[in-house]
């Protein structure tokens, strides 16, 4: 069984979190069986952008990397304490043990910019939240990162990263891709209803 880690910092955003239990969860149930999924929180109660509460299955301290395929790091608002709480000690390291050992890593929007903070993004290409003139995008390079600034999502080895919330599902279904097979990833969209049923 492939594991994938959902890492929750406070302030993330509940439907860029919500792709990869959806993905994940179709697989286990439709598709070919092969993942499952823990949510893992920096506190015990969570509390989302627009003021949606989580519980986490499992909280960070208690993660052990080597138990895990794949990592997934949803974006998250400014307002609501996201990058305080992303921008943990606890978090980077996270993600740089991931990395370290070659697991896939994949973000969605301003996820990236977590990424980069670690350390993991210097030198490879990345992507981020593409609006508001590109400030979020020369963040991330200031970061190390070289930006691909049209393109929706970036792949650079083991890590996923994407421009906006429009391309979440896409995203989960690229992690699903890597963790399986692009035949299983497409069967689980025909069941989700993103490709056509034959």
Not at 25 to 35: A, L, Q, V
Not at 98 to 113: N, P
Not at 153 to 159: F, G, L, M, W, Y
Request: glycine share 8%; charged share 25%.
């Amino acid at each position: 069984m492939k594991k994938v880690c959902l890492l929750l910092p406070n302030g993330f955003e509940a439907v860029e979190a919500s792709v990869f239990t959806d993905v994940i969860g179709w697989n286990k149930e439709e598709g070919d069986g092969s993942t499952d999924l823990v949510t893992v929180g920096t506190r015990k109660e969570l509390t989302c952008t627009f003021n949606f509460t989580v519980v986490p299955e499992m909280l960070i301290e208690d993660v052990q990397v080597d138990h895990f395929d794949a990592l997934a790091l949803p974006g998250g608002f400014d307002q609501a304490g996201f990058y305080e709480d992303a921008y943990r000690s606890d978090v980077l390291e996270l993600i740089r043990e991931f990395d370290k050992q070659g697991k896939i890593i994949a973000s969605i929007c301003v996820g990236a910019l977590v990424l980069g903070k670690s350390g993991v993004l210097q030198g490879r290409n990345a992507t981020t939240y593409n609006l508001e003139n590109g400030m979020r995008q020369k963040r991330l390079a200031e970061m190390g990162a070289t930006v691909i600034p049209d393109q929706p999502i970036v792949i650079d080895r083991n890590i996923i990263t994407s421009y906006n919330p429009a391309t979440a599902f896409d995203v989960a279904f690229s992690l699903l891709e890597s963790l399986t097979s692009l035949e299983n990833a497409n069967h689980v969209r025909k069941l989700m209803g993103f490709l056509p049923s034959e």
